[in-house]
C-alpha cells in the first residue's frame, strides 16, 4: 500500500470514528431526556457510566487527527478535513457532558412528582437529535447547503426554549413551591438548548471544510 492510499484509507477510518462517537452522543441526549421524562434512575446512571467511553473516543480521534497532521502534512481539503474532526470532536464531548448534567437531574428528581407532564423538554431533545442527524450527514456527504439548513432548526430551538423558560417562569411565580424543580427544568432546557448550538457549530465547521470559508449560522 502506498503512502497516500494509507493516508485515505487512515482518514475514512477517522470519519467512521467521528460518526459512531456522534450516535453514542445522540443516544446519551436521548436516554438522559428519558430518564429525566420517566425519573428512571438506571437510565439516568447509565447515561453518566457511559461518559468515559465518549472522553476515551475523543482522546483517541484527536491523537489520530495529530499523527496524520504530523506524518503526512496534508495539505488544503484534506488538512481542512482534519481540523473540522478536530473541532466536531470537541462538541460531540461537550454534548455528552450536556446529557450528563440532564441525567443527574433526573437523579435529583427521582422519586418525587414532576410540577407538570414534560412535553416541550422531550421535544427539544428530539429536535436536537434530528439537527445531529442532519450535521452528521452533511459532514458524510460533504454537503454545505444541508448543513446550512440548520441555522432554521437551531431558530426552532431557540423558540421553543423561550416558552419553556416563560412557562417555567410563569409556574414559579404562581407557585413558589415549584421553584426548586423548575431550575432544575430550566437548567435541563439551556443544555438542550447548548446542545443545539454544539451542532450548529457542526455545521459551520462542515461548511468550512467543503468550501474553505467560514459562516456563522447564528446570524
Do not use: C, K, N, W
Given at each position: 500500500m502506498d503512502t497516500r492510499s494509507g493516508f485515505h484509507e487512515e482518514l475514512e477510518s477517522l470519519e467512521q470514528s467521528l460518526l459512531a462517537m456522534?450516535?453514542?452522543?445522540?443516544?446519551?441526549?436521548?436516554?438522559?431526556?428519558?430518564a429525566l421524562k420517566e425519573l428512571n434512575q438506571s437510565l439516568a446512571e447509565q447515561v453518566i457510566e457511559r461518559d468515559d467511553q465518549l472522553d476515551d473516543m475523543q482522546v483517541d480521534i484527536e491523537n489520530r487527527c495529530l499523527r496524520l497532521i504530523a506524518l503526512q502534512q496534508p495539505m488544503a481539503g484534506d488538512l481542512r478535513t482534519i481540523g473540522t474532526v478536530l473541532k466536531m470532536v470537541t462538541d460531540l464531548e461537550r454534548m455528552g457532558d450536556h446529557a450528563v448534567d440532564i441525567a443527574r437531574t433526573a437523579l435529583k428528581l427521582s422519586g418525587e412528582t414532576l410540577i407538570k407532564p414534560l412535553i416541550d423538554i422531550p421535544r427539544l431533545g428530539e429536535i436536537a437529535q434530528e439537527m445531529l442527524g442532519i450535521g452528521l450527514r452533511a459532514f458524510?456527504?460533504?454537503?454545505?447547503?444541508?448543513?446550512?439548513t440548520l441555522a432554521d432548526r437551531d431558530d426552532d430551538v431557540d423558540?421553543?426554549?423561550?416558552?419553556?423558560?416563560?412557562?417555567?417562569?410563569?409556574?414559579?411565580?404562581?407557585?413558589?413551591?415549584?421553584?426548586?424543580?423548575?431550575t432544575q427544568l430550566l437548567f435541563v432546557a439551556q443544555s438542550l438548548e447548548r446542545v443545539a448550538d454544539h451542532i450548529t457549530n457542526i455545521g459551520e465547521w462542515t461548511i468550512y471544510m467543503v468550501t474553505g470559508e467560514r459562516r456563522d449560522l447564528n446570524l
Open positions: 456522534g450516535g453514542l452522543v445522540s443516544q446519551a441526549v436521548r436516554d438522559s431526556v428519558t458524510v456527504d460533504r454537503d454545505a447547503d444541508l448543513a446550512q423558540h421553543l426554549y423561550s416558552q419553556i423558560f416563560r412557562e417555567l417562569l410563569v409556574l414559579m411565580i404562581e407557585d413558589p413551591s415549584t421553584i426548586r424543580q423548575a
